[in-house]
């Protein structure tokens, strides 16, 4: 059986930098696809690769 949802997560903890990559947080591997970014300053990021940023 497949569940399929869609919902909104805060980011997680940055790393020391204050940001991470996507990629670094395993995602995939858990079966998760994110469909995009929405950052404080308003921009938003449509289907982020990998090496995309994200920041808390």
Do not use: C, F, W
């Amino acid at each position: 059986m497949m569940v399929e949802s869609v919902t909104n997560l805060p980011s997680p903890t940055p790393g020391v930098d204050g940001a991470k990559e996507l990629a670094e947080l395993g995602l995939r591997q858990e079966g998760v696809v994110v469909l995009g970014i929405q950052r404080e300053n308003g921009r938003y990021v449509g289907a982020p690769k990998g090496n995309t940023h994200i920041r808390r």
